[in-house]
């Protein structure tokens, strides 16, 4: 059973900064790409960061300057740092994995909320 979780969220100070998890079970880890996506009330969800599993990373504009992505593949766990946050930054953030050739084939977390707050 294939299980993906994000961890980390919570309130934010304005100029703060944050680190989420994403642990997956279930799956040969070092063959996915670890995508994060986030979805602010009333919009819809939007790419944020990726880093691929060959190590390639990928950002919206948004966040580009003041992230991170990183895995961890011995452990199945990826990780998503952003600085300076902002109160745009304000979102669910949910992790996907996705396989690397096997187009249909991807999971998707639960979700974990950030709130970045004055």
């Known amino acids: 059973q294939v299980q993906v979780e994000e961890s980390g969220g919570g309130l934010v100070r304005i100029g703060g900064s944050l680190r989420l998890s994403c642990s997956a079970s279930?799956?040969?880890?070092?063959?996915?790409?670890i995508r994060w996506y986030r979805q602010a009330p009333g919009k819809q969800r939007e790419f944020v960061a990726a880093?691929?599993?060959?190590?390639?990373?990928t950002a919206a504009d948004s966040v580009k300057g003041r992230f991170k992505v990183s895995r961890d593949n011995a452990r199945g766990m990826a990780y998503f740092e952003i600085n300076s946050l902002k109160i745009e930054d304000t979102a669910v953030y949910y992790c996907?994995?996705?396989?690397?050739?096997?187009?249909?084939?991807?999971?998707w977390g639960q979700g974990t909320q950030v709130t970045a707050s004055s």
């Open positions: 279930g799956i040969s880890f070092s063959a996915y790409h």
């Open positions: 996907n994995v996705k396989h690397r050739a096997l187009q249909d084939v991807e999971y």
């Open positions: 880093i691929s599993s060959g190590d390639t990373v």
